[in-house]
């Protein structure tokens, strides 16, 4: 029986891949690593994988298939997974040791436990280059240390505390049932996957440890600024399914639905911020659609996010009001260091 299952999107990574698993590998039997070649042609990523899978075939496998994008890769380790939890792990991220015996060993006593665990949350670190004081997300305070709770037990995310890829891993007959599909050939679908999840988690369990290492820096990410700008109508996209996958939702009043809307109120700062940057008459008048659509989708969350502080910031009037919602957005970039 396998514990975790860890999905590794893979695309042209052949200079970074082989690190990614080898921390993984550290799990022995327990785990499974699915090596997902999404259409790479650039360099040997394919081969890398096949060595991988024949050199550990009860651990590893490589998946091979035409591009598709990070998204329908994630799909596609979806359905292969055996093992009873699921995590992504992207190809040029990897996994902290100590804390993994911890999570490993975390998830072996919910399996032999009296209850289901649905969602397993860790803390994650910006491996951002260059930054020698490393940020760490974690989720103290808004969630109860070591302890299986509901929604109802959960404390306040305070902004920017959310939930990501990075920190969550979800049971996997859970995302079977809940029917998520990711789309294919499109950014930012991380956002997604943790989202829609979030209605069908009815247990939930946060272990304090350092367990994931998000590398960013490189020029080619898609969290790089001036890859986002380019990449806009994508960002847009995943927003506008998130609204729509909330509001057909009608979630009751509590502590997830204000969760949720706390997010969707990043996305549309996010989205927002990155028209403003691109600044453009196209791109401001795609941000005046934006809004737009989320009035005409649901008049009260229209409201209740233009008239929060992100939104009031991001809509500020005119020329001078742009420059004031750049400047707020670079303090908080320069404090967090998200990109």
């Known amino acids: 029986m396998k514990i975790l299952s860890f999905a590794v999107p893979c695309y042209n990574s052949a200079e970074y891949m082989r690190h990614c698993i080898d921390t993984l590998l550290e799990g022995g039997e327990e785990v499974e690593i699915l090596i997902i070649d999404d259409g790479s042609t650039k360099d040997n990523t394919a081969e890398i994988a096949d060595e991988y899978e024949k050199k550990y075939p009860t651990i590893c496998r490589a998946i091979h298939q035409p591009n598709g994008g990070h998204g329908e890769a994630v799909n596609t380790g979806i359905r292969n997974a055996k093992g009873l939890y699921f995590k992504v792990v992207d190809s040029d991220d990897w996994v902290d040791h100590e804390a993994y015996m911890k999570v490993l060993e975390t998830l072996k006593d919910m399996i032999y436990g009296e209850d289901v665990l649905d969602m397993l949350v860790c803390n994650f670190v910006y491996e951002k280059v260059g930054v020698k004081r490393k940020k760490v997300m974690t989720y103290r305070f808004a969630l109860p240390r070591e302890k299986m709770v509901n929604w109802d037990n959960i404390g306040h995310f305070h902004k920017g505390q959310y939930l990501l890829m990075h920190s969550v891993i ?138 929060g502080v992100l939104g009031r910031t991001v809509n500020l009037p005119g020329k001078p009001g742009r420059k004031i919602s750049i400047g707020g957005y670079k303090v908080v970039h320069w404090f967090v260091g998200f990109n």
């Open 170 to 307: 979800f049971r996997t007959r859970m995302l079977h049932d809940c029917g998520l599909k990711l789309p294919a050939h499109t950014f930012y679908v991380d956002n997604i996957f943790v989202f829609e999840a979030l209605p069908y988690v009815k247990s939930i369990y946060y272990l304090d440890v350092n367990f994931y290492r998000y590398f960013i820096g490189r020029e080619d990410q898609s969290v790089n600024e001036k890859n986002m700008i380019a990449r806009v109508d994508q960002q847009l996209r995943v927003t506008r399914m998130m609204l729509d996958f909330f509001t057909s939702k009608k979630l009751p009043r509590g502590k997830l639905r204000r969760y949720m809307i706390s997010y969707l109120e990043i996305m549309m700062c996010v989205s927002s911020i990155t028209l403003i940057q691109a600044n453009t008459e196209e791109a401001l008048q795609k941000k005046k659609e934006l809004w737009e659509y989320l009035k005409e989708k649901d008049f009260w969350l229209y409201c209740k996010l233009k008239n």
